[in-house]
């Protein structure tokens, strides 16, 4: 009989705990889900986009929010806005350079690459660049920075 208290206790203590780290994560979240809201709401409402497929940060020496969508005459593009000045920085229109998945496909050529961790379209001193993010074979970090244009490397970080 105390065992299956015990086994009780200890069953409910770990949904507790489970249950406070998820209200915790989406505590969390909530401040960075209202400010991506406001920028897709400030491109829409300068009429930029009709509609929004994402919105994400790119931190570099500026930090920068990203909003991917299509604009009324059904082309895709991207407006990259400088956190700091509120105001859209660059417009990207996604037919004049490598796609995402391109980059994939080329950072995955050089070889090492395990796992696919994120794929960002943001801004650096030569314009517009996608920055791959991966897990190595070895399980470390490596980013890749491609020139959006070319699809040239403009810059490797491996083994973080």
């Known amino acids: 009989m105390k065992m299956k208290w ?3 206790t200890v069953l409910l203590i ?5 249950s406070g780290l998820g209200i915790l994560y989406t ?3 909530k401040p960075e889900q209202n400010e991506f809201a406001k920028y897709e709401e400030l491109v829409k409402s300068q009429g930029l986009l009709s509609t929004v497929s994402e919105v994400y940060a790119y931190n570099s020496v500026t930090s920068y929010v990203t909003v991917i969508g299509k604009s009324s005459e059904g082309q895709d593009v991207a407006y990259i806005i400088d956190k700091a000045e509120n105001q859209t920085a ?3 229109n996604l037919s004049d350079g490598i796609s995402a998945e391109e980059a994939e496909q080329r950072t995955r050529a050089e070889g090492n690459v395990e796992k696919i961790m994120s ?3 943001g801004h650096e001193e030569i314009g517009p660049v996608w920055e791959v993010t991966y897990l190595n074979t070895n399980d470390a970090l490596g980013y890749t920075y491609l020139d959006f244009k070319s699809g040239d490397w403009w810059k490797r970080i491996s083994n973080l």
């Open 90 to 92: 660059y417009e990207v």
């Open 119 to 121: 794929i960002k379209l």
């Open 6 to 8: 015990i086994v009780a």
């Open 27 to 29: 505590v969390a979240k």
């Open 14 to 18: 770990g949904v507790v705990v489970i």
